[in-house]
């Protein structure tokens, strides 16, 4: 009878409309009060007397009908365990529709896919990992630039150009002015072109310099943040007014200026959250393992080392209520690896925070899927800026 109601899904129930179909067709309940049936499945709803009613008339109407009483019983069992995962069918078949198109779309189009995610405020992870997924992809992830970014991410065949609304402290208001301007007068030639047309202050333009957004003008950001000085404190006084001859800045001859990509990369984790090379690059000492996840394969059942970034952790706990950890890392060349952190080693050796980790671990599989049981966990430390 039930396979007869439910033959779409082989007689088992699946979306909401199931549930008011049983109570309606099989306990004989009211439209009206199977769709209570429905909605009365979340908690909020037990506690209210209507559902003890329509709970009760169920049985007194299956009984009524001759169901033997294990039916009745097994039949609402199977109506509460699966209300807590149950959806309307309506629900289900525009999320069927959705994930296809997003499924073709990461397939066929994967960085106008993860430049989209980004847009769109990223998702479960932080947004270096869509920012990594699309470099394993083939992009070439590169800085904001004021003559091509916007507040948004930009994508310009392989180029991902980060957004200006991602640099720290960049007030929302700067970057409408630049966007602005640029549309209304074209790119920007130059630091002292920059700062005639946009009134902003020295402090905002120096995160700028910092964030590599004028690297088009061929300069280092050291020769910039030095440049910026002559240019703006006197134009800042009558920011706005427009002038018969264009004065052109005092020149300086500078001496030679250090640049270091250490200094780069640590300019991009304040400004941006993240590095935009590998952060294996900052460790102090180096990597004295070159195992990588595909080498696992060949490590089954046996005790490793392999150095990870973390990407996130997911916390729970077991039967008895201990603590417990999976992690998802990724590995030296940038693919995934996953860790199980039972009790002992949880407890002994416990996250601590981002950056990279040496884990010590066995290799297990599970339907073909490689995992490492940790029984050691080291976070490796990064250079120090100063020196």
């Known amino acids: ?38 909605r009365g499945m979340s908690w909020k709803f037990k506690k209210r007397n209507e559902f003890d009613k329509v709970r009760e008339n169920f049985f007194k109407n299956c009984e009524a009908k001759g169901y033997n009483s294990k039916t009745i019983f097994d039949i609402w069992t199977q109506i509460e365990s699966f209300a807590n995962y149950a959806f309307s069918k309506g629900h289900s078949a525009s999320y069927a529709v959705e994930s296809f198109q997003a499924l073709f779309l990461k397939a066929y189009f994967p960085l106008e896919y ?19 997924e699309a470099r394993l992809h083939g992009a070439t992830i590169v800085a904001p630039c004021i003559n091509v970014s916007s507040n948004e991410y930009v994508i310009d065949g392989k180029i991902i150009y980060l957004s200006l609304s991602l640099i720290a402290e960049i007030e929302h208001h700067t970057v409408t002015l630049i966007i602005q301007e640029r549309n209304a007068n074209g790119f920007y030639i130059n ?11 020295l402090e905002q333009i120096r995160i700028l310099i910092r964030a590599d957004a004028f690297r088009f003008t ?72 070159t195992l990588m996840s595909k080498d696992l394969m060949h490590f089954e059942n046996k005790l490793i080392e392999i150095v990870g970034y973390l990407v996130t952790t997911k916390p729970t706990r077991t039967s008895s209520g201990q603590r417990m950890y999976f992690g998802t890392f990724i590995d030296q ?16 050796f416990p996250f601590r925070g981002k950056g990279c980790y040496k884990i010590v671990g066995k290799v297990t599989t599970e339907f073909s899927f490689r995992t490492i049981e940790v029984s050691e966990l080291h976070r490796l430390a990064f250079v120090d800026r100063e020196v």
Request: hydrophobic share 40%; net charge negative.
């Open 114 to 132: 993860m430049v989209a995610t980004l847009n769109n405020g990223g998702g479960f992870y932080r947004a270096e990992f869509y920012v990594h």
């Open 191 to 201: 630091l002292y072109d920059f700062t005639k047309r946009v009134p902003i202050s």
């Open 218 to 289: 061929g300069k280092t950001k050291k020769e910039l943040l030095w440049e910026v000085h002559s240019i703006v404190n006197p134009i800042k006084k009558i920011s706005g007014t427009k002038h018969l001859f264009d004065e052109a800045p005092k020149t300086y001859e500078l001496p030679a200026l250090h640049n270091s990509n250490i200094d780069d990369m640590f300019d991009e984790i304040e400004l941006f959250g993240y590095a935009l090379n590998t952060p294996f690059s900052l460790l102090k000492e180096p990597i004295k393992s």
């Open 1 to 38: 009878e039930l396979y007869e109601l439910l033959h779409e899904t082989y007689g088992v129930m699946v979306y909401q409309e199931d549930v008011i179909r049983v109570g309606h067709f099989f306990a004989g309940l009211t439209l009206a009060e199977a769709d209570y049936l429905r």
């Open 333 to 348: 060349e940038g693919m995934w690896l996953d860790t199980v952190h039972f009790p002992p080693s949880a407890s002994a």
